[in-house]
């Protein structure tokens, strides 16, 4: 099993990234797909999440509006396009793996998980 995030990177406040997860290994149309983050000193929080048909979509309050997630199943592969980032989303995004999850579910929750991605917002 792998999940291999990428498209971080330093950008500035206002700018827009878009980040890919892709994977392997499993049945990833069976799974629903989220998106963590991990700011340093603090808890990996939830960012957003996909369920495994694409018909449903979970945000934090804190990305709403500004952070879309998606998903290709054809491709097996999972994005988060953000928008007006900020200092605040400056963080290492994980993506994960949830067998047929619903809503808004813990870490402990996820199946697979990748190994992240660094995205810094300067001000």
């Known amino acids: 099993v792998q999940l291999q995030a990428f498209g971080g990177g330093l950008v500035q406040a206002g700018d827009s990234l878009r980040l890919s997860c892709v994977a392997s290994?499993?049945?990833?149309?069976?799974?629903?797909m989220g998106w963590f983050r991990q700011a340093p000193g603090k808890q990996r929080e939830f960012v957003a999440t996909?369920?495994?048909?694409?018909?449903?979509?979970y945000y934090a309050d804190s990305v709403k509006g500004r952070f879309t997630i998606s998903r290709d199943n054809a491709k097996n592969t999972v994005y988060l396009q953000m928008n007006s980032l900020n200092p605040e989303d400056t963080a290492v995004y994980y993506c994960?793996?949830?067998?047929?999850?619903?809503?808004?579910?813990?870490?402990?929750?996820?199946?697979?998980w990748g190994q992240g991605t660094q995205v810094t917002v300067s001000s």
């Open positions: 996909i369920t495994w048909r694409a018909s449903n979509q």
């Open positions: 994960a793996a949830d067998f047929q999850g619903f809503g808004v579910r813990g870490p402990a929750e996820y199946d697979y």
């Open positions: 290994g499993f049945t990833f149309s069976r799974y629903s």
